[in-house]
């Protein structure tokens, strides 16, 4: 998914800002509000993705108002109280809450806990599988195909693996790769040429002249998506031409 969208939904101006700001500056896609009518009009038309709620703004009550969101759209709500009571925390997360933080908060918290939320948003949009052109990527069980045969990789070679697809043809440099692909703080570079040399042994037609896994002179490596949409394209014009005799 792209960039997680948050509707601040706050009475107080400064807190409301002050709260906008941040969250702009770690990347998110920020909406604010602070009456009943705007809110609910401004929901409907930006559906974002996770609403920070005052659970007592000045015109209404927020506990309701979790209600109307939770039920419209279902994003995941945070609501921000100044009622600390367990009582209290519990009608808030009853009322459709997925997170209760009492104020006075401190900022570091705050963005820990909106963080924290982001991983649930985007666990709930990933995708089962990855197809490119033939080669799939089975997330949940882990596994690849590749023009129908099962493709036996090792832990780290699907890590890398999928890795490479999610830059989207871009090059990675071996640094980047060491980083995102393993999960222990390596340092040697050539630990990344070795499972490239293995993972294109296993998806090459011919690992001397990788046509999937490309080198990228001065940078690294990239995952030619290009190369495997073209061949599925291909395969399909030559299937049409052979049904229609022409081929």
Known sequence: MGSVSVHVIEGNPHLRSLLGWHLQQAGYKVFQSADMVRTRDLFQA???????LDSQLPNG???????????H?????????????????????????????????????????????TRRIRLMNAP???????????????RVHFRGEYIDLTPQEFSLLYVLTQASGSPLSRTDLLRRA???AIDNPRTVDTHILSLRKKIEADPRQPNIIQTVRNVGYRF????????????????NLAASGLS
């Open 46 to 52: 930006k559906q974002p993705n996770l609403v920070i």
């Open 61 to 71: 009550d927020g506990l309701e108002l979790c209600r109307w969101l939770h039920s």
């Open 73 to 117: 759209g279902q994003p995941l709500i945070m609501i921000l109280s100044a009622c600390t009571t367990e009582a209290d925390i519990v009608a808030g997360l009853r009322a459709g809450a997925d997170d209760y933080l009492t104020k006075p908060f401190g900022m570091q918290e705050f963005l820990a806990r909106v963080e924290a939320l």
């Open 128 to 142: 089962a599988s990855l197809t490119y052109g033939d080669l799939n990527i089975d997330l949940v069980q882990r």
């Open 182 to 184: 393993w999960p222990d």
């Open 224 to 239: 030619n998506v290009e190369r495997l949409t073209a061949e599925t394209n291909g395969h399909g014009r030559h299937a």
